[in-house]
């Protein structure tokens, strides 16, 4: 990553996905793909935007230029929906 973007984000670190946490997460590997986005912005304005190469978003309200990180947060269910992906191998097997 670009250093004067890493300087910017001022960050907290997210846990490495090769490192034992106790917290679900998961991380995104941006390969300029489609995305379909629904964004809540500082400035209070819900955003949709469908489109491709989305590393980076600007509000047309406020002008406050986003990352789209990769992290995300894994919400653990007490069921299985329909069309549920089977991971068939970890990463450390």
Request: proline share 4%; net charge negative; glycine share 6%.
């Amino acid at each position: 990553m670009n250093e004067k973007l890493d300087k910017q984000l001022k960050r907290e670190e997210f846990p490495s996905l090769k490192t034992k946490h106790k917290i679900p997460r998961g991380w995104i590997q941006w390969k300029g793909t489609d995305v379909c986005m629904d964004i809540h912005c500082n400035c209070g304005k819900l955003l949709h935007i469908d489109t491709t190469f989305a590393y980076h978003i600007k509000c047309p309200y406020c002008k406050r230029v986003y990352e789209c990180d990769g992290h995300i947060k894994l919400h653990e269910l007490d069921f299985e929906p329909e069309g549920t992906i089977l991971i068939e191998k970890g990463l450390d097997d």
